[in-house]
């Protein structure tokens, strides 16, 4: 008996690290879909890494390219987080979207830690066309 309970703290111990991230990792997705809900792409811009904000280069640009590639993050009808995981040393967290039409979505969303906070890295569509930025 004590055996499984040294295991199961054992565990969550080793996986205590990637649970203390879930509530700023979600707070910056979620304040990005709330910049995008008030057509601010400025805002929502800042949410996104350097290596995404050199690749876009302006907050319109990048605007343009969720509305027309991501219209499901563009105008979310529900949210809801899923699981956070360390995969390979980056942080992951699933994120479903049901859209406007009821249609669901999964994403993964890549996040990394910069010094002034978690940005967003990378969005994988895991449904549909399997697109990503």
């Given at each position: 008996?004590?055996?499984v309970l040294?295991a199961?703290v054992?565990?969550?111990?080793?996986?205590f690290?990637v649970?203390?991230q879930?509530e700023p990792?979600?707070?910056?997705?979620?304040?990005q879909?709330e910049?995008f809900l008030?057509?601010?792409?400025?805002t929502?811009?800042?949410?996104?890494s350097?290596n995404?904000?050199?690749?876009?280069?302006?907050?319109?640009r990048?605007?343009?390219?969720?509305r027309?590639g991501?219209?499901?993050?563009?105008?979310?009808?529900?949210v809801?987080?899923l699981?956070?995981?360390?995969?390979a040393g980056?942080?992951w967290?699933r994120v479903?979207i049901t859209?406007q039409?009821?249609?669901?979505?999964?994403l993964?969303y890549?996040?990394?830690?910069m010094?002034n906070?978690?940005?967003?890295?990378?969005?994988?569509?895991?449904?549909?066309r399997?697109d990503?930025?």
């Open positions: 008996m004590r055996s040294f199961g054992g565990i969550f111990l080793l996986t690290p649970f203390a879930r990792v979600t707070a910056v997705i979620g304040s879909f910049a008030n057509n601010d792409t400025e929502a811009f800042s949410f996104a350097p995404i904000r050199r690749l876009f280069g302006t907050p319109e990048f605007g343009e390219m969720v027309q991501y219209p499901m993050v563009w105008r979310p009808a529900e809801r987080y699981d956070l995981r360390d995969v980056s942080l967290q479903m859209d039409t009821g249609a669901v979505h999964l993964d890549q996040m990394v830690k010094e906070g978690w940005k967003i890295n990378a969005v994988h569509l895991l449904n549909g399997g990503s930025v």
